[in-house]
């Protein structure tokens, strides 16, 4: 039986998380879990093996957060510098076989692992390189990108995040369904996070 190709996830979760106020959304209690530990769960629950953390902002509280799991961090001392350097830090750590890399932001804390599943399972290096989640009308996150776009997504600047590497490979994106609106719902301010956490977690 052919193995599955290797495809790790780097978890953005460096910020400093301004608009949250003086909350590190990353570390708020969401249904009795820290937000960061609630998304790395999934991915750990999902085919992406390694998975890769990225900190900077509160690193000690982030790591803390996460105590016990099977994941590998990578600290950003630029992380005030915007969210490109995360992900510059943490492809830097990607294994050298693994043929592609999930781009997870830290604040999306409905996001499922089935969700992940279905971009891993749709991904191509040839044919699908780069593979977002589309839930309804809209294309959300987390991101997959084959090796090729590593050296692009390293030498991104500011908070664009991987945007314009997609915006830059139009016709290379492939859009994966997916349902629900775990893939389209992150949280970013305080009212964000009373506003999820008073409701039942998906």
């Known amino acids: 039986m052919t193995a599955a190709p290797a495809i790790a996830a780097v978890v953005l979760a460096a910020g400093r998380s301004t608009r949250a106020g003086k909350v590190n959304k990353l570390t708020a209690d969401i249904g009795g879990t820290p937000m960061v530990a609630r998304v790395v769960d999934t991915v750990l629950a999902s085919a992406a093996d390694p998975v890769i953390v990225v900190t900077g902002h509160e690193s000690d509280d982030v790591r ?51 969700d992940i599943n279905r971009l891993i399972a749709a991904f191509d290096a040839e044919r699908a390189p780069i593979c977002v989640p589309f839930a309804g009308t809209r294309r959300g996150n987390p991101a997959l990108f084959a090796r090729a776009f590593f050296a692009e997504l390293a030498s991104g600047q500011g908070d664009t995040g991987a945007r314009t590497v997609i915006a830059a490979h139009g016709g290379m994106v492939c859009e994966v369904p997916v349902s629900g609106e775990g893939t389209l719902t992150d949280l970013d301010t305080a009212a964000d996070i009373a506003a999820f956490s008073r409701k039942p977690i998906p």
Request: proline share 6%; hydrophobic share 50%.
């Open 64 to 114: 803390a957060a996460l105590a016990g799991r099977a994941v590998t961090f990578a600290f950003n001392p630029d992380y005030a510098d915007g969210i490109a350097t995360s992900i510059a830090a943490g492809i830097r750590m990607v294994p050298s076989e693994c043929i592609g890399a999930l781009i997870c932001l830290g604040d999306m804390p409905a996001l499922h692992s089935d």
